[in-house]
Nanobody, 123 residues
Framework: QVQLVESGGGLVETGGSLRLSCGGS????????MGWFRQAPGMEREFVGV????????HYVDSVKGRFTISRDNAKNTVYLQMNSLKPEDTAVYSC????????????????WGQGTQVTVSS
């Protein structure tokens, strides 16, 4: 069992930055790929990005490439989502997840989830 808790969400203006954190407990954090997903009002939850177990590799949905960066610190059992150049369309509840395959962009394929944190980008 893995427990995940996101933090760092809030309200930011267009072009601003936020860094989300996802802290893990329970099973050894370093055993899992870690994903970030988001869900906007009226939309299905979508894949944002993923980082592999070692933190060596990442990939992202096209809409955030060049703006978002995922990193992890396994010693701290924490994964981060650095969000720069934020746009109103980034507004969503952001959730971290563990236990999915590195190339799996389907939320249904991820086993453990945090509660989510709201990110709102104003214009």
């Amino acid at each position: 069992q893995v427990q995940l808790v996101e933090s760092g969400g809030g309200l930011v203006e267009t072009g601003g930055s936020l860094r989300l954190s996802c802290g893990g407990s329970g099973r050894t954090f370093s055993n899992y790929n870690m994903g970030w997903f988001r869900q906007a009002p009226g939309m299905e939850r979508e894949f944002v990005g993923v980082i592999d177990i070692s933190g060596t590799y990442t990939h992202y949905v096209d809409s955030v490439k060049g703006r978002f960066t995922i990193s992890r610190d396994n010693a701290k059992n924490t994964v981060y989502l650095q969000m720069n150049s934020l746009k109103p369309e980034d507004t969503a509840v952001y959730s971290c997840a563990a236990g999915g395959s590195y190339y799996n962009r389907d939320p249904k394929g991820w086993r453990y989830w945090g509660q989510g944190t709201q990110v709102t980008v104003s214009s």
